[in-house]
């Protein structure tokens, strides 16, 4: 049993920590496809890029299994993600953003993304904080406007 604690008391003690929460959820007022049709069309008025729009109820129907409604969409900005990639290269696992547009079990609808926070930890990306400022910024504001 000692010696049970003492490998867990190692585990706990030297797994790395982060100071943020990997996701940054927002409720939404409207229903997914609203939601997800907003985000949408906010992205594109800020002129970045949407590079997909995954409706994982639709494919989960296709091979008939039920799912809530969620969509996950990929969207972001080439300029920003190349200024992160050059100060950590392993940031583009990450990258382009995404955004989850769901249903919970209660019917609730929310809308979630990467908190940069955590992704400046989990990279350690140095030198780039102007541009973290700026998507962390960016990505609060869609997602107020698509979920008010």
């Known amino acids: 049993m000692k010696s049970l604690l003492t490998i867990f008391s190692l585990l706990i003690f030297t797994m790395p920590t982060f100071a943020h929460d990997h996701l940054i959820t927002v409720e939404s007022q409207h229903s997914v496809q609203d939601t997800?049709?907003?985000?949408?069309?906010?992205?594109?008025?800020?002129?970045?890029?949407?590079?997909?729009?995954?409706?994982?109820?639709?494919n989960a129907a296709g091979v008939d299994l039920e799912l809530r409604p969620t969509e996950v969409i990929l969207f972001g900005n080439p300029n920003a993600g190349t200024l992160l990639m050059q100060c950590a290269a392993t940031v583009a696992i990450d990258l382009p953003q995404k955004a989850l547009v769901w249903e919970d079990a209660d019917g609730t609808v929310k809308l979630a993304y990467?908190?940069?926070?955590?992704?400046?930890?989990?990279?350690?990306?140095e030198g780039c904080d102007p541009v973290l400022e700026k998507i962390t910024g960016l990505l609060a504001s869609l997602a107020a406007a698509a979920t008010e």
């Open 114 to 125: 990467s908190n940069p926070a955590f992704m400046k930890e989990l990279h350690a990306i």
């Open 36 to 58: 997800a049709d907003k985000f949408v069309q906010l992205v594109e008025n800020k002129g970045l890029r949407l590079f997909a729009r995954i409706d994982h109820s639709k």
